[in-house]
């Protein structure tokens, strides 16, 4: 007995699909690395550095609030 739905039989294709993150995608990640080198340049410790990369995770998110809340009127 064979199963219908198995993917690797004979015959069967598998669907691949891809993501797109456009260049935001490559804008967040290089906010991302600046912070985390701005970050850990300037920490006094070893816990301050993992402070900064846990900032630099969080710091464009915080810039688009401020930046919106700005253009609220």
Known sequence: MTNQNDASAPGHRRRQTTVD????????????????????????????GVLGIIKAIFWPAVILYKALELLKM
Do not use: D, E, K, R
């Not at 993150?21 to 301050?48: D, E, K, R, T």
């Open 21 to 48: 993150n456009g260049i935001l995608g490559g804008i967040y990640g290089m906010a991302f690395i600046g912070g985390v080198v701005y970050y850990i340049q300037h920490a006094p410790s070893f816990w301050g």
